[in-house]
Structures are given as C-alpha cells and as structure tokens.
C-alpha cells in the first residue's frame, strides 16, 4: 500500500541530486579555466541524478534497505566532500571573452525567446500534473521495475519470460512484458524510484517531475556551451528555444517514463563537452565527455552505442593521422570489411558474449541478432523529417547548412568533434532502419521518432554553432 504523500521528500528527491551534482561538476571544470554557470547547471543534474542511481545500486550489491532517508544523507555527505574538495584546490582564473553590451533589440528578442520558454514548460508542468496520457513503452520496459521495488522493498530480480515460467514456488522474481527489457540496465527505473522513495508512494503524477527537469537542464548545458562557443546572448537562446520548443521534445516530457528523454540529454551534453575538449584541449572537459558516455551506455540499449559513439569521436581527436596512416587505416579497413563479407566472423568473449558479423546477419552482446537485408524505407524517413510536424523546420535548416557548406568550399574539411558525433548517430540510425528487421517500426512510424531525438541536441548546438562562426567570419570581413 502506498503511505501518504510526502512533500519535503519530494523536494529533497528533485534538488538534492542536482546540488551534487552541481558541485563535483564545478570542481571538475574549474581546472580548466573554461566555464559559466549555466554549464555547471545543467551538466551537474545529469552527474547529480547518475551519482544517485549508483548510490542505489550500491544499496542493492551492499543488500541494505531501501530507505529513502538514508539514501538522502549519503547523497548529503557527498556534497559535503565536494565542497570541502573545492575549498581546498587551487582553481584556474576564469578566461572571459570580451562581448560588446547588448543592444535594445537583442534585449528584446532574448526577452522574447525566454518568455516563450516559459509560456511552454508551465503547460507542460500542467499536463504532467494531471497526467492524462499512459506511456504504454515506459510501462513495459521501465516503471514495473520501479513499482516493484518500491512495493517490495528491495531488488526484487527480473528473469527472462522463459526463467520465469520455470521457476519454483518459492522463488520471487518477475518479468516484463517485452521479451528482451527484463535484461534493460537499471537506472531509468532507479530514478523513478528515488521519486517513489522520496514522496512515498508509486502512482503520483509528481514522481515524473524529472522527465521534465532533464529537458531543463538540457537546454541550460545548451546555452551555457553555446555561449562558451562564442555565441551571442540571443543566439544562444535562439537555440534554446529551438530546442526546448521542439513538438517530439515535448511529447517526450509530458510522457514521462520513456528512456529515450535520458539518451538524448547524455548523448548531447556529451557532445557539449567533446566539442569543448576539441576546441580548447581541456582535459575536464573530455572527462566529463567520457563519464557522459558511460552513463548512456546504462540508460538503454541503443546508449551502448551511442556511448561508444562518444568514445570513437573522443579518440578520433586524440589520434592524427597522416596522409600514409590514413591511407593504411582505409586500405585495413577495407580488407576487414572484404574478409567479413566472404568468410564472416564469428568469436566469443568471456563474460561478454558472442559476436558474429556476416553479410547475413550480426550478433552483438546485449543487443542480439539482426538480419541484415536492404529495405527503402526512404519515404518514411522523409516523412518523419521533413513532412510532419514532430521537428518543425529542424531537418530543413541542417539540408540548407549542408548546402552552404558545400556552396563556400567548406564541406570537405574535417567536421568538428560535434558534426563527427551528429554524423556518426545518424549513420548508426539509418543502417538500423535500412538494414535490419527493425524497419517495420520506421514504416509504421512508431519508433523512428524515438531514435532520431538522440541527435537532436547536438544537432541543434552545431547549427547554432556553426550560423555564429559564419557570422564571426563575415563580421571580420567586413572589419578588414
């Protein structure tokens, strides 16, 4: 039975994660010398919230009690350890680019833009309150974790449907309703259920609250990245609203549960950070990158790549290739895709699984088998994009930057560490759509959706990014 309502436990459960968070964040990126607060922010809610479902995992391998309270206090001495860590380190002086004041009509627009922000996420604090949607996925896949542990009060282990139907009477364990989401790695459930701990009960529409704070502290890592980018004050909210307005953004809020609102907000303030460190060559910033990318890989299955996308761009920066190298790294490339097409792979990895990669199929551990077949699913794919109205003029505005691109020269020179990330999800999400099984779900438009959010922060903070390079470049022009 659910207790009563607790509301300084909900609180706690909303700003304690994000303080922490906040405060080992600062002391990481105040070794660089490059930060704001808004960065600081919106980067240390992700940290906050990924340090507390470890802490909860901690809880179930020690096998204590799930008692919100003491969860509480660890969390609390935690911060009381980072904030004595930064008393006690020499910080690097602050590097603050000169800006000209803003004009009255700057003043206006950022105005604007932050008013229509606000107008936006109060409905959406609205319609999560009354909560009058049921998000079927999430109540397959993540909230019965959650609701059972809360209601057990303990780890109570979930089995393969198989397992599950063999098990003796004496056994407790449960399943799920999607064949394979039982193995799902835990943390979505375990940030809904630090809200159910914290309020004390398992059906309030406020343990969702969140889903919503993770989009707000996106779009604060956002802004906060884009100004240290060189980007004007109203750019920078430009892009904010760009992103925080998007109709598939919102939709994902108010449907609190989904996993997929998690991968997003990691993969992009991931992006953040890799372009920071590529920029600059700020060792925080690239730990910051790389610890981004592991807690991806524990939010959802497709977060193992989109992680190990992080990590292939990470090391793609610290790499340099010459024209020889480049040259031998293409030709093995080559002869190792040649090799796989005429005689296959097919090995085992001791506590990992088994990989086996053919022009017939693949197998990857944790992800599965696929069959490997084309299918033209381009007219779903353009309709996604381009037709509906989940991503407003998004897909259109990255087609005219590719365009300009390739109309000033620029198109062949090495893409930067965020274009290098965007490019890389979207090859990894077509070939996934294009070439395997999964292509009912992108010709029956129920799933696409969901894959192509991950890119769309870094996709918006590139093209922020790059329409204020170009106008640095042209106000330059005009100066000499």
Not at 79 to 105: D, N, Y
Not at 341 to 370: E, H, K
Request: charged share 10%.
């Amino acid at each position: 039975m659910n207790g009563s309502f607790s509301a300084l436990g909900l609180l706690t459960s909303l700003f304690l994660p994000w303080i922490l968070g906040s405060i080992w964040c600062y002391w990481l990126l105040s070794k660089s010398g490059r930060h704001n607060l808004f960065v600081i922010i919106g980067q240390g809610y992700l940290l906050g919230i990924s340090l507390t479902a470890l802490t909860l995992g901690v809880w179930e391998f020690i096998g204590l009690p799930l008692w919100f309270w003491a969860t509480a206090l660890t969390l609390l001495g935690m911060c009381v350890i980072g904030f004595f860590a930064i008393r006690g380190q020499s910080t690097t002086k602050i590097v603050v680019a000169k800006t000209p004041p803003l004009e009255k009509w700057q003043i206006v627009v950022t105005t604007f833009f932050i008013l229509l922000i606000s107008c936006r996420y109060t409905t959406l604090v609205q319609e999560i309150t009354l909560r009058p949607l049921f998000s079927w996925d999430a109540w397959m896949n993540w909230s019965p974790k959650a609701i059972v542990w809360f209601h057990s009060g303990e780890f109570t282990p979930f089995v393969s449907p198989g397992e599950w139907l063999q098990q003796a009477e004496d056994t407790t364990a449960y399943t799920m309703g999607a064949r394979d989401s039982w193995k799902y790695p835990a943390t979505v459930p375990l940030i809904q259920l630090w809200s159910m701990l914290a309020t004390g009960t398992s059906d309030h529409t406020l343990i969702y609250l969140p889903w919503l704070l993770v989009i707000l502290a996106l779009g604060l890592a956002l802004y906060g990245h884009l100004r240290l980018a060189g980007a004007s004050m109203p750019l920078a909210t430009l892009g904010c609203y760009a992103l925080l307005n998007l109709p598939y953004i919102n939709v994902q809020t108010v449907l609190a549960g989904y996993a997929d609102t998690w991968v997003a907000a990691t993969f992009g303030c991931a992006v953040f950070a890799l372009h920071e460190w590529g920029e600059h060559r700020q060792w925080p910033y690239a730990v910051l990158s790389l610890l981004l990318a592991l807690l991806c890989t524990q939010l959802k299955i497709p977060g193992l790549i989109m992680g190990g996308i992080i990590v292939a761009v990470f090391l793609s920066s610290i790499i340099k290739f010459g024209k020889t190298s480049g040259i031998t790294l293409l030709t093995a490339l080559v002869l190792c895709i040649v090799y796989i097409a005429v005689f296959g792979v097919d090995f085992s990895i001791p506590n990992l699984g088994r990989i086996a990669l053919s022009t017939d199929g693949i197998t990857v551990p944790y992800i599965g088998y696929y069959e490997l077949s084309y299918h033209p699913v381009h007219h779903a794919i353009i309709d996604t994009t381009l037709l509906m109205i989940n991503w407003n003029l998004l897909w259109y505005l990255f087609i005219f930057l590719g365009l300009l691109r390739v109309a000033n020269g620029t198109v062949f020179r090495t893409p930067s560490l965020a274009l290098r990330s965007v490019l890389l999800a979207l090859l990894f999400i077509f070939f996934v759509y294009y070439f395997t099984n999964r292509y009912i779900f992108a010709v029956d438009y129920t799933q696409v959706n969901r894959a192509l959010i991950y890119v769309i922060p870094p996709l918006v903070f590139y093209m922020i990014y790059a329409r204020s390079t170009l106008l640095d470049l042209q106000h330059k022009s005009r100066s000499s």
